[in-house]
């Protein structure tokens, strides 16, 4: 090789687990900033973008950070001054790569909106030599407004880089058998944990437009094989799926999860247990959604017990499922 040709590393693989993303403070600024990014996704919001900005600047960046930002104190790991997500992602890539990282696989993570950003990490594999790169989108079921815009980003970070890597996505894994034992293991768990029966678990899931299912997204369709599956294996209690987290006016996908809580007690179930598969890792939608404002309207309404089963997080055994699923690409 030419002595002044520059020096060009290459010949490993980089696997980069990417999460939706967090806030890198509580501050009105800084959820401002991260409510405009993924707000400003054009998959996440289906509308005319000229009319949806004038929404989103006027009205909704105005007035929706300091709600956001009231939920996000209530579950803010304050000794470490960070959010509960970037926490438990950062320490997903450091088991993986210490069970499967060397000299020639490098396992890092990303947040699809916020920080770390993906072109940053994919620029830090790169410049470490990865020209073989794994995407795993940290959505067991996939929809185009979560696993798509992974994707869509990482294609346009390539789009700026001369020399490129090959690149492989890992697609959904919503009725992966690791996948499944790992989330009857936390039932079980949580379940021993307590000193009460369930009547019931409400499998939540974060929800969409229905529109968005109308024009053929298959989200729905995954969230119910996941319940399902559980069912079968674990028949012991009834297991029922919910959507949660529906933003604005329209329609989103049913039952809602926030309705459910309020009217189940009336039903006769008096004693609950919520489960989060399609989260990765706790954050504001299990922590404060579900398990404080959740937890108070399912007992306002004359429930008895209730319960948040954790996310999967980085136990063992998920951990394991992504060297399941990152092993076959390497």
Known sequence: MDKNHPDVKFGKSGVLLVNLGTPDSTSWWDIRKYLREFLSDRRVIEVNPIIWQLILNLFILTFRPSKTAHAYKKIWRKESNESPLLFFT???????????GN????????MRYGNPSIVSRLNILKDKGCDNIIILPL???YAAATTATVCDEVYRSLMKMRWQPSLQIIPHYESNAMYIDALINSIKKKIDEIDWKPDLILSSYHGIPKSYFDKGDPYHCYCHKTTRLLSEK???IEIQTSFQSRFGPQEWL????DKTL????????????VICPGFSSDCVETLEEINIQG???????GGKNFDLIPCLNDNLDHIELFNGLVKKYL
């Not at 950062?90 to 499967?100: E, P």
């Not at 049913?254 to 999860?257: A, G, I, L, S």
């Not at 009217?263 to 609950?272: E, H, R």
């Open 90 to 100: 950062r320490s997903q890539a450091y088991k993986l790569n210490k069970k499967i």
């Open 234 to 236: 674990f028949n012991d």
């Open 295 to 301: 937890r108070e309207s399912f007992i306002s309404n």
């Open 262 to 273: 309020e009217t189940l007690p009336s039903k006769g179930v008096k004693n609950l247990l």
């Open 254 to 257: 049913t039952p809602y999860t």
């Open 103 to 110: 000299e020639k696989v490098i396992v890092d993570f990303a």
């Open 139 to 141: 959505y067991p079921q």
